[in-house]
């Protein structure tokens, strides 16, 4: 459920924050006053695509947020923040999104950055949007079968065919490997075992290269390594006077002092932590020193060495380059890999009769499955369509007819269990909703609506019966009066009553017989301030609501004859501000 909205900088939008309640949200206002503009910023933050115009004029920064919270049904919802490691706070969301006058712009969930593709799949967990926008579900045909399912309480027996369906899906690919000719087997395996015996022989260890990196670095460099060594050693202890030298007298020097004075026993100390420092020092040079020895013949090892360990990662890994150093990882992973595949080549023809065992019986299940899954699918598709068509001839689609369609997989790719099944993740058919709105025209896609008010109403239609059933939390409508009227409009106000007490609802509307059903009821007006014209919404209490619903029916909020009006509707169809 939408609880926050904040909107900076949007459109006519200056800055503007919004606390929203459950139940159905009404907006009204004047044609013109921005109430799209609400809607539009609701879309943006649901992920909508959109760029820099819709930054308010003399702004460089648009920026929507809001606080929603979450429902513990919400499985799809919580599945996904989950493979993405979000975590609600307190059953709550942080969802922001901005855009810039670059045209470059920021997504967050939680503080984790998202891309516009994740914002608006995870928002259609969360809100349906109908209208004429972008964001609505109805007309992604993925989401039909969904429906149908819900409606049928078919979703844990398609989550249990999906789950059947991956596993034979799994075997087959196996099969399909296991499959390849003895000769190509035998060849991929000789070359593989050619490729391991040759990393084998080499016998690289972690770490090595590195080594004898920094070992010849030493060996070809070594008269200047030398030079320097022998100046450290004449500077430490060699010459007269030498660090080790000046330090010890010091050191006696100071002994002395400090058995007259007994402040200078710290600093005493420490010149006889220096001077056994520089001891130790001049020990560990003077034994590296005696160790330095020039090795031609170590230096042209080593160099055989890398130049063997570099050819086999060049063959079998990714080259060196400035990016990817070489190391012997990429051997070692290589021989990992190949043994591996020579493990499964080996054991392809033990396994083949095996899998071929499984995927026989996991075909009969599957067409089992498929079988009931049609059947009760394609009953549940006729119930379906007998109320949603119901319904939406008390919309004012009198001559509306609404289809489920379940349309078998024949040419659909997929898996084929039986010789006349084919099937797809879900089961061997698509569903479809298809929609006459006219006497005597075809049923055709839900896309091919025209009118927005009319889409609402389907979607109105279709969200009443499967209010109990859908998961989805909140339901923007907008233009869904287009075109109705009278009786009709009451019996739309009806149905939002009728899914406001399961969902959260937000219909923009020009009709008072709608607006007066509002849980929560909000008025968006265009203002002028300092010469800018900007948008403001304001929730209205039970006078100024009376004085919009008069508004609303004859244009004059201050007219006694429409209050008298308004305060009929409110009477009969109204409900409490809050």
């Known amino acids: 459920m939408l609880e926050e909205l904040s909107v900076r900088n949007y459109a006519l939008i200056e800055n503007l924050t919004l606390s929203f309640e459950d139940g159905l949200n009404i907006l ?5 006053a921005g109430k799209s503009i609400i809607v539009g910023s609701l879309s943006f933050l649901l992920g909508a695509k959109a760029d820099a ?66 914002l608006a799949e995870s928002m259609a967990c969360l809100f349906d949007l109908h209208g004429q926008h972008a964001h609505e579900s109805l007309l992604r045909k993925e989401t039909h079968r969904r429906y149908l399912d819900r409606f049928a309480g078919l979703e844990e027996e398609a989550a249990e065919f999906n789950r059947v369906f991956l596993e034979l899906a799994d075997r087959k690919k196996a099969m399909e490997t296991s499959l390849h000719t003895e000769r190509d087997r035998e060849a991929r395996i000789e070359i593989l075992r050619y490729a391991v015996d040759e990393i084998n022989r080499a016998a690289p260890k972690n770490g090595e290269i590195r080594e004898l990196e920094a070992e010849a670095a030493r060996l070809s460099d070594f008269e200047k390594l030398a030079d320097q060594v022998n100046g450290a050693a004449a500077s430490l202890f060699d010459a007269e006077p030498s660090v080790l030298s000046l330090a010890r007298r010091s050191r006696s020097a100071l002994e002395g ?14 010149l006889e932590d220096l001077y056994y420092e520089a001891e130790d020092l001049s020990e560990e040079l003077r034994s590296y020193r005696n160790a330095l020895r ?34 012997e ?27 071929k065992a499984e995927i026989g019986a996991l075909e009969r299940d599957i067409a ?10 394609k009953a549940g598709a006729l119930k379906l369509g007998e109320k949603i068509t119901g319904i939406l001839g008390s919309l004012g689609m009198p001559q509306a007819r609404f289809s489920a369609a379940v349309l078998p997989k024949g040419l659909s790719p997929g898996l084929s269990p039986g010789p006349n099944l084919t099937c797809g993740p879900w089961g061997a058919e698509d569903v479809e909703f298809l929609i006459s709105a006219n006497a005597g025209e075809p049923l055709k896609e839900l896309s091919r609506i025209a009118s927005g008010g009319e889409l609402s109403r389907v979607m109105l239609a279709i969200k009443t019966v499967l209010a109990d059933a859908d998961t989805i939390e909140t339901l923007v409508f907008d233009e869904i009066d287009t075109g109705i009227g009278g009786e009709v409009a009451l019996s739309v106000g009806e149905y939002l009553v009728k899914i406001g007490k399961l969902k959260q609802i937000f219909c923009i509307t020009h009709l008072a017989s709608i607006a007066v059903r509002a849980d929560n009821h909000l008025r968006v ?11 403001t919404v304001s929730v209205l209490n039970t006078q100024e609501r009376r004085e919009e619903i008069a508004r ?3 244009g004059d909020a201050a007219a006694h004859a429409a209050l008298a009006h308004a305060d009929e509707l409110l009477t009969k169809y109204g409900r409490p501000a809050r």
Do not use: F
């Open 294 to 327: 020039y090795d031609p013949e170590r230096l042209e090892t080593v160099e055989e060495r890398l130049a063997l360990l570099y050819r086999l990662k060049k063959k079998y890994g990714s080259p060196p380059s400035p990016g990817n150093p070489p190391d």
């Open 552 to 554: 609303m029916l004859a």
């Open 53 to 118: 115009e819709v930054i308010r004029t003399g702004s460089d920064e648009a920026a929507v947020s809001a606080v929603i919270s979450v429902d513990d049904k919400n499985r799809d919802l919580l599945a996904w923040l989950k493979e993405r490691e979000i975590e609600t706070e307190d059953g709550k969301l942080i969802v922001r999104r901005n855009i810039k006058s670059s045209g470059r712009g920021s997504i967050y969930i939680q503080n984790v950055p998202l891309t516009r593709t994740d």
């Open 329 to 355: 990882g990429a051997l070692l992973r290589y021989r990992e890999e190949a043994e591996k595949e020579i493990e499964t080549l080996s054991q392809a023809v033990e396994n083949r009769e095996k899998l």
């Open 368 to 377: 089992l499955r498929a079988a009931s899954l049609s059947g009760k699918r």
């Open 257 to 270: 002092a400090a058995a007259i004075d007994g402040e200078l026993t710290a600093l005493y100390k420490r």
């Open 525 to 535: 007006e265009k203002k002028s301030e300092a010469g800018r014209t900007i948008t």
């Open 28 to 32: 009204t206002g004047e044609t013109g």
